[in-house]
């Protein structure tokens, strides 16, 4: 019995060690189940913070920082060779022109695009022609706009440049050679210069690729002819001297009071017709803006609303006036705009300019002689140079607009000054719901998106970004880097270009003769920064 009720017992004994076994299975279950709840609730909690994070942020973000450069996380430019860079030899295999078609900086992208050809087919460069007439109606020309001896001595190490093409003898007789015209395709890829371009130039002795907008591929692998763009973008370009002048008088006065920021404007009659954004505007303006469509841009149904919500539409002026003081700028920021006609008149400014009174532009600011040609390129030109130079820039639409997509890029070259860059397809619920009287926590709304952007700092290119918008990593170098291809080139760089090109003849140029070995080495050194 005893044994019988001992096994009893040691039977209960060992189910109770089993269901305590399986207890403590059980509490171990359980405790891993509340383990995987906390982490669960931990990421959720971080996933909520981080969501509203950017808007938490945005209440203590202090807008006076942005009159700062952004950091450059130990980056600087550098568009100088990296690696072993032949001198142009002094036998080229022809010549090359270029017609440059659109407005300035469609110009200035062609204009770098020329110089890789002419590297890469070891042709002497014509000087570009600026195709001015059919766009500004101006007359200037690359010599009456750019500093053209600088031109030709920056790219010494590179190319061969010429101001025309020479004269050739026939029966006795003196006259102009002639060159091959081609139309090159758009985008066109290193492959097509260095095989088809470079057979009709060895045939015909000059070639004249027309028209020369977009005919080169920007993305190449190559990152010697990327910095080659560099060079002449960032560098060789330079406006002549009186636009240089003009515009160093207009920052200089608008900086005598403190900071000031440039916006590039863009609602004007094209841009606002290539969009297909006329439904704000009355009838009669309707009218004039689908006319203009019709007559410049391919047919295309497009519907206002739809455009809107995509960020298609440039950014009315009142609504870039509500963005820039729902991140804290007051109404004494100083604002100097680079924009054309706005379309729509005063009705549009008025909101603006009662949010923002201290506007001011190139007629406002500069020389009653600048008003002359405004509107043509070297109204342009100032207006680049200003809003490079200002403290904080502001594209409103930075779409198919060369203008603000090339100062952007030379911004970030420039030492990564600060750019505002609001995103219109994350404001444009916001503004909608404004315009139908939601206006509950706007301007947090609005802070929120803003204050999540990069404000100019190096950042990788993803396309759609351009080249020209953005030539990080190719032309930045750093001082401790991580990665060999991102080391700084040497410090002896200008006089191993030098020692090469005078050991392989030098540059038997007229722009050149007669400059002292000073003057060159420090044109270069600026060249080469």
Same mark, same amino acid.
């Given at each position: 019995m005893r044994s019988s009720r001992g096994g009893e017992v040691w039977g209960r004994r060992g189910g109770s060690s089993r269901q305590l076994k399986q207890l403590g299975w059980g509490m171990k279950g359980m405790t891993g189940r509340l383990w995987i709840a906390l982490i669960v609730l931990v990421i959720c909690s971080i996933l909520l913070f981080s969501s509203n994070g950017s808007s938490i942020g945005a209440e203590h973000v202090d807008v006076n920082k942005l009159w700062k450069t952004a950091d450059s996380s130990g980056w600087r430019a550098s568009s100088a060779p990296r690696s072993h860079w032949p001198s142009p030899p002094i036998e080229s295999n022809g010549y090359l022109r270029v017609r440059c078609n659109g407005g300035l900086n469609q110009q200035r992208s062609a204009i770098c695009n020329a110089v890789v050809a002419a590297r890469i087919m070891n042709a002497t460069l014509v000087l570009p022609e600026l195709d001015t007439n059919s766009f500004w109606h101006d007359d200037s020309g690359f010599p009456g706009i750019y500093d053209v001896p600088h031109f030709i001595k920056s790219l010494r190490y590179d190319i061969r440049i010429v101001k025309s093409l020479p004269e050739v003898s026939s029966n006795g007789k003196a006259r102009k050679m002639k060159s091959y015209q081609i139309r090159p395709p758009r985008d066109a890829p290193l492959s097509w210069y260095r095989t088809f371009a470079l057979e009709k130039m060895k045939k015909h002795g000059a070639i004249y690729l027309t028209p020369f907008s977009h005919r080169l591929a920007e993305e190449v692998d190559e990152a010697e002819l990327q910095r080659l763009r560099c060079r002449v973008n960032y560098?060789?370009? +330079?406006?002549? /001297? &009186?636009?240089?002048?003009? !515009? #160093?008088?207009?920052?200089?006065? $608008?900086?005598?009071?403190?900071?000031?920021?440039?916006?590039?404007?863009?609602?004007?009659?094209?841009?606002?017709?290539?969009?297909?954004?006329?439904?704000?505007?009355?009838?009669?303006?309707?009218?004039?803006?689908?006319?203009?469509?019709?007559?410049?841009?391919?047919?295309?149904?497009?519907?206002?609303?739809?455009?809107?919500?995509?960020?298609k539409c440039p950014l009315t002026p009142e609504e870039v006036g509500l963005i820039l003081r729902s991140m804290g700028f007051d109404n004494s920021t100083r604002i100097y705009l680079a924009a054309g006609e706005i379309f729509g008149g005063d009705r549009f400014m008025?909101?603006?300019? +009662?949010?923002? /009174? &201290?506007?001011?532009?190139? !007629? #406002?600011?500069?020389?009653?002689? $600048?008003?002359?040609?405004?509107?043509?390129?070297?109204?342009?030109?100032v207006d680049y140079m200003v809003c490079l130079l200002s403290d904080i820039f502001m594209p409103t639409y930075d779409g198919p607009s060369n203008f603000a997509n090339n100062l952007l890029g030379h911004r970030l070259y420039y030492g990564f000054r600060t750019t505002i860059q609001p995103n219109r397809k994350a404001l444009a619920p916001i503004f909608m719901d404004r315009e139908e009287g939601r206006t509950a926590d706007f301007e947090e709304r609005v802070r929120r998106i803003m204050f999540n952007l990069k404000f100019g700092g190096p950042h990788k290119r993803v396309h759609p970004e351009s080249f020209y918008t953005n030539s990080w990593p190719e032309c930045f170098c750093q001082m401790r880097p991580r990665n060999p291809a991102d080391k700084c080139p040497p410090d002896n760089i200008l006089d191993v270009l030098e020692n090469q090109l005078q050991s392989e003849g030098g540059y038997d140029s007229e722009e050149l003769r007669g400059a002292n070995r000073t003057d060159t080495s420090s044109l270069i050194e600026e060249t080469l920064i």
């Open positions: 560098h060789a370009l +330079r406006f002549k /001297p &009186h636009i240089m002048r003009i !515009s #160093s008088e207009i920052v200089n006065r $608008l900086r005598a009071q403190g900071h000031f920021m440039s916006i590039h404007l863009r609602f004007e009659l094209d841009m606002l017709a290539f969009a297909g954004c006329v439904d704000i505007f009355t009838p009669a303006q309707q009218k004039i803006l689908i006319k203009y469509r019709k007559e410049n841009f391919a047919e295309k149904e497009l519907v206002y609303k739809e455009r809107r919500l995509i960020g008025k909101p603006f300019r +009662r949010m923002f /009174p &201290h506007l001011e532009n190139h !007629s #406002s600011m500069g020389p009653e002689k $600048l008003e002359e040609n405004a509107q043509g390129l070297v109204g342009s030109a």
